[in-house]
Protein backbone atom coordinates (compact mmCIF):
# COMPACT_ATOMS: atom_id res chain seq x y z
CA UNK A 1 0.00 0.00 0.00
CA UNK A 2 1.06 3.90 -0.58
CA UNK A 3 3.06 5.60 2.06
CA UNK A 4 1.86 9.56 2.29
CA UNK A 5 4.36 11.91 4.13
CA UNK A 6 3.09 15.33 4.77
CA UNK A 7 5.42 18.76 5.34
CA UNK A 8 5.30 22.26 5.38
CA UNK A 9 2.96 23.11 8.47
CA UNK A 10 4.01 25.84 10.89
CA UNK A 11 2.90 28.56 12.99
CA UNK A 12 1.76 32.06 10.62
CA UNK A 13 -0.05 35.15 11.35
CA UNK A 14 -3.64 36.21 9.58
CA UNK A 15 -3.08 36.61 6.43
CA UNK A 16 -0.19 34.87 5.64
CA UNK A 17 0.30 32.09 3.49
CA UNK A 18 1.66 28.26 3.72
CA UNK A 19 2.44 25.34 1.50
CA UNK A 20 2.13 21.97 2.31
CA UNK A 21 3.26 18.97 0.41
CA UNK A 22 2.58 15.42 0.37
CA UNK A 23 4.86 12.73 -0.66
CA UNK A 24 3.93 9.16 -2.22
CA UNK A 25 6.40 6.31 -2.25
CA UNK A 26 4.92 5.03 -5.77
CA UNK A 27 2.84 6.19 -8.54
CA UNK A 28 -0.75 6.96 -7.75
CA UNK A 29 -2.16 7.56 -11.12
CA UNK A 30 -4.70 5.42 -12.04
CA UNK A 31 -4.52 3.50 -8.52
CA UNK A 32 -5.36 6.45 -6.23
CA UNK A 33 -6.83 9.59 -6.00
CA UNK A 34 -5.37 12.15 -3.59
CA UNK A 35 -6.92 14.76 -1.39
CA UNK A 36 -5.91 16.65 2.00
CA UNK A 37 -8.18 16.83 5.30
CA UNK A 38 -8.09 18.56 8.36
CA UNK A 39 -8.46 18.19 12.08
CA UNK A 40 -9.09 20.23 14.41
CA UNK A 41 -8.79 19.70 18.27
CA UNK A 42 -12.03 17.75 19.59
CA UNK A 43 -13.31 17.78 15.97
CA UNK A 44 -14.39 15.17 13.31
CA UNK A 45 -11.44 15.26 10.25
CA UNK A 46 -12.85 16.74 7.35
CA UNK A 47 -12.58 17.29 3.80
CA UNK A 48 -10.18 20.11 2.65
CA UNK A 49 -9.38 19.83 -1.00
CA UNK A 50 -9.25 16.79 -3.45
CA UNK A 51 -7.57 16.82 -6.77
CA UNK A 52 -7.89 14.08 -9.19
CA UNK A 53 -5.21 12.16 -11.76
CA UNK A 54 -6.84 14.59 -14.64
CA UNK A 55 -6.02 17.48 -12.42
CA UNK A 56 -9.79 17.77 -11.43
CA UNK A 57 -9.72 19.85 -8.06
CA UNK A 58 -12.56 20.10 -5.60
CA UNK A 59 -12.42 22.07 -2.21
CA UNK A 60 -14.92 22.73 0.59
CA UNK A 61 -16.61 25.91 0.43
CA UNK A 62 -14.80 27.83 3.37
CA UNK A 63 -11.12 27.27 1.63
CA UNK A 64 -12.51 28.02 -2.25
CA UNK A 65 -10.62 30.78 -3.27
CA UNK A 66 -7.66 30.60 -0.48
CA UNK A 67 -6.08 26.81 -0.79
CA UNK A 68 -5.34 25.81 -4.14
CA UNK A 69 -4.27 22.13 -4.79
CA UNK A 70 -1.90 20.78 -7.67
CA UNK A 71 -0.97 17.45 -8.67
CA UNK A 72 3.10 16.88 -9.46
CA UNK A 73 2.78 13.02 -10.73
CA UNK A 74 5.94 12.72 -11.89
CA UNK A 75 7.68 14.43 -8.71
CA UNK A 76 4.75 11.69 -6.81
CA UNK A 77 3.76 14.90 -4.75
CA UNK A 78 0.42 16.70 -4.10
CA UNK A 79 0.57 20.14 -2.97
CA UNK A 80 -1.81 22.56 -0.75
CA UNK A 81 -1.67 26.39 -1.72
CA UNK A 82 -2.76 28.41 1.28
CA UNK A 83 -3.33 31.61 1.29
CA UNK A 84 -5.16 34.47 3.08
CA UNK A 85 -4.81 32.07 5.74
CA UNK A 86 -7.36 32.70 9.10
CA UNK A 87 -7.76 31.68 12.77
CA UNK A 88 -10.38 28.89 11.87
CA UNK A 89 -7.68 27.24 9.31
CA UNK A 90 -5.76 26.42 12.90
CA UNK A 91 -5.87 22.72 12.47
CA UNK A 92 -3.56 19.12 11.89
CA UNK A 93 -3.81 19.16 7.83
CA UNK A 94 -3.59 15.09 6.61
CA UNK A 95 -3.29 13.71 2.90
CA UNK A 96 -5.31 11.33 1.95
CA UNK A 97 -5.34 8.20 -0.79
CA UNK A 98 -8.60 6.88 -1.92
CA UNK A 99 -8.29 3.97 -4.61
CA UNK A 100 -10.18 4.72 -7.33
CA UNK A 101 -11.82 1.68 -7.66
CA UNK A 102 -13.67 2.15 -4.00
CA UNK A 103 -16.93 4.26 -3.65
CA UNK A 104 -15.92 7.71 -2.55
CA UNK A 105 -18.47 7.00 0.63
CA UNK A 106 -16.53 4.48 1.70
CA UNK A 107 -13.29 5.62 3.37
CA UNK A 108 -12.06 2.09 5.04
CA UNK A 109 -9.16 1.56 2.36
CA UNK A 110 -8.12 4.90 2.47
CA UNK A 111 -4.46 5.74 3.53
CA UNK A 112 -3.37 8.59 5.77
CA UNK A 113 -0.28 10.67 6.32
CA UNK A 114 0.91 11.31 10.02
CA UNK A 115 -0.73 14.99 9.95
CA UNK A 116 1.38 18.62 9.98
CA UNK A 117 -0.02 21.22 11.98
CA UNK A 118 -0.83 24.61 11.10
CA UNK A 119 -1.45 27.29 13.18
CA UNK A 120 -2.65 30.50 12.55
CA UNK A 121 -2.39 33.43 15.21
CA UNK A 122 -1.45 36.44 16.55
Known amino acids: QVHLVESGGGSVQPGGSLTLSCFTDERTIGIYDIGWYREVPGSQREFVAMISNSNVADYEDSVKGRFFISLHDLKNMVSLHMTSLKPADTAVYYC????????????????WGQGTQVTVST
Open 96 to 111: NAHPVTVSRDDLRFDR
